[in-house]
């Protein structure tokens, strides 16, 4: 197919000057038209169709600015290049304010013309054809790497590929290689369950490790609260990489950014893998020191994480670390208690550390599974992304953030866990005191298809609480989440598409954490 001609209107009231430049631009595919002053430019743009202007800044009778003023009225979205001779300062700042797309100082070569043409005009072009490239040499870089044995390292480093990646596909998706991306994220979440599954015994022992839910405050928090400073500990629940990496290009604007990875523990669910971040240790640990925590059968996440402050403050004493000033806890459940924090955010500024718990991606992705209107406005990943990008542009969070960016402090951004896309049911065997989960479940003498799930026979080794003699649990794998062999069809028809927690998958394992410096 032939591709479109790009019209170009080239304003300049020494144009004659410029055919040289012109025949340039047009021998390489590009439609010229000239114009020697601003009111002719402008009445041209209101009959003609332009892809882009060229604009002289010094013109006799209507200048430069006051045209490329006109322009804007006329055609917003309209891309202009500004022209000049003239290098002050003031005037780029008020030819940027009035939007410019590049400008260029005179004298201009034609190259530099076409330079900065192809920059905006064939920015999209060369973008997909770059990406095309760069999606093959990354896809074989990660089934290179699948062929062999690979490491905990390397398994962060092709979970941010494929996250970065699914960012790209959904701003390029012309380039048609999504299906291709889909097929090897299921590919290596396949891998990754089997990995998992050969290593996490030896991981709850500390056996070449990676950091995990445990080690986030020793390893990450510990260093900056020697540093003196007022530290900022934010936890947002249920945040993927990808949904992080959608934000921070937002983050970098205001803070130095230092990312940084950890595994969640198994069940990647809150009650295991936050109340693991606050208390620095595992499930069966907290259960023998918080005995009303695990009672059996109790699926009220909210009480089973009820007392993240207090485990907090004995790891704080175990690590032997002395403040200030007292630590200060915060858990926001609704807008209006993040509003009350943003409106007091100022009074914390002169303490030693605040651990802020925001819950609203975890609400989201929960009530999206019994939402309609929720399901039409996130249909899937790339559209929570967006939604959850929206609600951080408008939230609290970013208020705090903003504010926490103009004082001398550091914030340590993470999450306790991601969630994944169920669209696969599988069957679970139990009885029916049997927990509810779709990604997890525990009780009495548990099956399941051990293709598609982890079945644990013993607790003790994945160091998770037991309640009877026979108590299992089974976690499932990949995107698959547990349906009962009765109403089988009608359970998976239910979920199918739900954003889900608890199982084993890269997203909902590999996790950023994130030191922010302000950049002050």
């Known amino acids: 197919m032939k591709e479109d001609v790009k019209s170009i209107l080239w304003v300049d009231d ?15 595919g590009y439609k010229v038209t000239p114009a020697t002053n601003g009111d002719d430019a402008i009445a041209l743009i209101g009959k003609k169709n332009f892809d882009l202007v060229l604009l002289d800044e010094m013109m006799p009778g209507k200048d430069g600015l006051t045209t490329l003023e006109e322009i804007k009225e006329k055609n917003p979205h309209l891309p202009v290049i500004m ?7 003031n005037l780029m700042d008020q030819a940027i304010g009035e939007k410019i797309d590049d400008y260029l100082t005179k004298p201009v070569n034609p190259s530099q013309v076409l330079s900065a043409v192809k920059k905006i005009l064939g920015k999209k072009r060369i973008r997909e054809e770059h990406l095309s490239k760069k999606y093959a040499e990354d896809f074989n870089r990660v089934r290179s790497t699948l062929a062999g044995p690979v490491s905990w390292r390397e398994w962060i480093e092709i979970h941010r590929l494929l996250s970065e990646w699914d960012l790209e596909m959904e701003d390029f998706k012309e380039i048609g290689l999504s299906e291709t991306h889909f097929t090897q994220r299921r590919e290596c979440d396949l891998e990754f369950g089997r990995f998992v599954e050969r290593n996490y015994v030896d991981w709850v022992e500390k056996k070449d490790s990676p950091p995990l839910s445990v080690d986030v405050v020793p390893k990450y928090l510990y260093p900056l609260l020697l540093e003196k400073k007022p530290v900022f500990f934010i936890v947002v629940d249920c945040m ?8 921070e290009p937002i983050l970098n604007q205001y803070f130095n950014l230092k990312r940084e990875y950890y595994y969640s523990i198994l069940p990647t669910a809150t009650p295991y893998s936050r109340n693991a971040i606050f208390s620095g240790l595992f499930p069966s640990e907290v259960a023998r020191l918080y005995p009303e ?5 109790s699926e009220d996440e909210s009480s089973r994480n009820r007392y993240e ?4 403050d004995a790891q704080l004493q175990r690590l032997k670390l002395t403040f200030k000033t007292e630590p200060k806890y915060v858990k926001v459940l609704d807008i209006a208690e993040g509003d009350n924090l943003a409106r007091k955010i100022s009074s914390y500024r002169n303490g030693s550390l605040l651990s802020i718990v925001y819950n609203f991606l975890d609400i989201l992705a929960h009530g999206r599974s019994e939402s309609e209107i929720l399901k039409e406005i996130a249909p899937d990943e790339g559209a929570f992304r967006s939604l959850m990008r929206s609600w951080f542009l408008h939230s609290s969070l970013f208020e705090i953030l903003k504010y926490l960016s103009r004082q001398d402090c550091t914030v340590l951004l993470t999450t306790d866990h991601g969630s994944v896309l169920g669209t696969r049911g ?5 009885k029916k005191d049997t927990s509810t989960n779709l990604r997890y479940k525990y009780g009495d003498n548990l099956n399941c298809d051990q293709k598609d799930a982890l079945l644990i026979k013993d607790p003790r080794g994945y160091k998770l609480p037991t309640y009877t003699m026979s108590t299992t649990y089974i976690i499932a794998k990949e995107d698959y989440y547990f349906v009962y062999p009765t109403k089988q069809s009608e359970y998976e028809r239910q979920y199918k598409n739900s954003f889900q927690h608890g199982g084993i998958s890269l997203e909902e394992m590999i996790l950023p954490v994130t030191i922010l410096r302000p950049k002050i």
């Open 14 to 28: 020494e144009i004659d000057n410029l055919k040289s430049h012109i025949i340039f631009l047009e021998e390489r």
């Open 83 to 89: 022209v000049t001779k003239n290098e002050e300062e």
């Open 240 to 247: 993927r990489l990808d949904q992080y990496l959608f934000i």
């Open 293 to 297: 925590l695990w009672k059996a059968g």
């Open 309 to 312: 402050r207090q485990l907090l």
């Open 426 to 430: 599988t069957v679970a065997h139990g």
